[in-house]
């Protein structure tokens, strides 16, 4: 019996091609002839969308043409028959290799043979006992992402220590990876309880649908953070909004795509779309810069040609939008510079600029330029 199990499993795996299944956001575009007739599945159904996912790509059936079932349990049987049919599994072309045409006996074989799901002992498949949460999510970690560090992510669920030990690592990997959103309800996992036709249509589009990038480029005055840099559509991104000292956000200025996020400082969200997104905010100063001027002029106001120009003694005040003044020293620029050997005789205008929190102001302070005295006779 082992050899004939070892020997039709060989067969699968050499003779059934397998084709990746394309991305969820793509293949939901992809045929608009489809019509979703499931009257037990309305348009607020938390799994609506996953379920006419799988039901335009044939992944799941309904039980007629108007009753999907959602709450339904599954035994190990429909589920291996599902998940071959998301790993687009289809029966060889060779008309000299014997065909298995039970579907669903296919489909067991063929997931054992890919070591995706076991029996529940060395000769028995067990077909009408229904799949659990653990083992569904344990077969999908098998299949898609196989070797992934969950970073023990299942520890955050109530009811880790009701998690068999065997399943732990996988639940971690598909929960790290975000392939729970919209799954279940409440913080628990309950892992013994049977997964339902709806959450595994959800399940099944959530590993399947693209993942989209967050971009958050530089901004002055202030940080943007985001809890996830890449997010599948639907997932909520929350961001953390921090302005500098003398700055603060401009209202209303948090957006993606240019388009208003919901929250107040210093939190806000928004819900990914199927596309890359870019975060913008705005920062302005609290009391900003209004003018500067040149209150002490420079020791020296008067200078010979070629020598060089010294601004010592030079102080110029800054005036703020609520009239307060206080002199200021660094970031300050002047044209031309000092130390600018002076060529041109004459009354020469030197540009003082000062810049703050992205603000920059500017006055002139002259100086006379005078000709080389004429050498001894």
């Known amino acids: 019996m082992k050899r004939r199990i070892l020997a039709l499993a060989l067969v699968l795996i050499t003779a059934l091609s397998i084709v990746p299944a394309v991305s969820a956001e793509a293949e939901v575009e992809a045929a608009p002839a489809f019509t979703f007739t499931f009257l037990d599945v309305p348009t ?34 429909q589920f291996a028959l599902i998940w071959a049919r998301t790993l687009r599994a289809r029966m060889h072309a060779f008309d000299d290799v014997q065909r298995i045409n039970n579907e669903a006996d296919n489909a067991i074989l063929l997931m054992q043979a890919l070591r995706h799901i076991e029996g529940v002992s060395h000769n028995h498949f067990s077909r009408r006992t229904h799949i659990t949460r653990e ?10 992402i196989p070797g992934v560090n969950g970073q023990n992510a299942a520890n955050a669920f109530p009811d880790f220590a009701s998690i068999s030990e065997w399943a ?8 790290h ?49 985001a809890n996830r840099t890449n ?4 997932e909520t991104i929350t961001l953390t909004v921090s302005a500098i000292s003398g700055m603060r956000l401009v209202p209303g200025s948090v957006r993606f795509n240019g ?22 905010a705005e920062f302005e100063q609290i009391n900003p810069l209004v003018s500067i001027a040149v209150t002490t002029p420079p020791t020296t106001a008067t200078f010979t040609v070629g020598h060089s120009l010294n601004l010592a003694g030079m102080v110029v005040t ?30 020469i205008p030197i540009t003082i600029s000062y810049t703050e929190l992205g603000i920059t102001r500017t006055t002139t302070q002259l100086v006379t330029v005078t000709p080389a005295a004429p050498p001894a006779p």
């Open 168 to 175: 732990r690592g996988p639940i971690s990997a598909i929960k």
């Open 177 to 225: 990876m975000g392939l729970l959103h919209g799954m279940f309800t409440g913080n628990e996992l309950r892992p013994l309880q049977d997964i339902t036709r709806g959450e595994l249509c959800q399940l099944i589009y959530n590993i399947m649908r693209e993942e989209y990038r967050v971009a958050i480029p530089t901004t002055f005055g202030g940080t943007v953070t």
């Open 44 to 77: 607020n159904h938390p799994h609506r969308r996953a379920i006419e996912f799988c039901a335009r790509n044939d992944f799941v059936r309904g039980h007629t043409t108007t009753r999907f079932d959602p709450d339904g349990r599954l035994t190990r049987e």
């Open 318 to 347: 800054a005036t703020y939008a609520d009239n307060t003044t206080q002199a200021v020293t660094a970031h300050i620029t002047t044209t031309p510079a000092a130390g600018t050997v002076l060529n041109t005789v004459g009354t």
């Open 135 to 144: 083992q569904a999510l344990t077969v999908a970690y098998r299949a898609y």
């Open 259 to 280: 388009e208003a996020t919901t929250g107040t400082y210093p939190t806000f969200t928004f819900t990914m779309p199927g596309r890359d997104v870019t975060v913008t």
């Open 231 to 234: 997010a599948r559509p639907g």
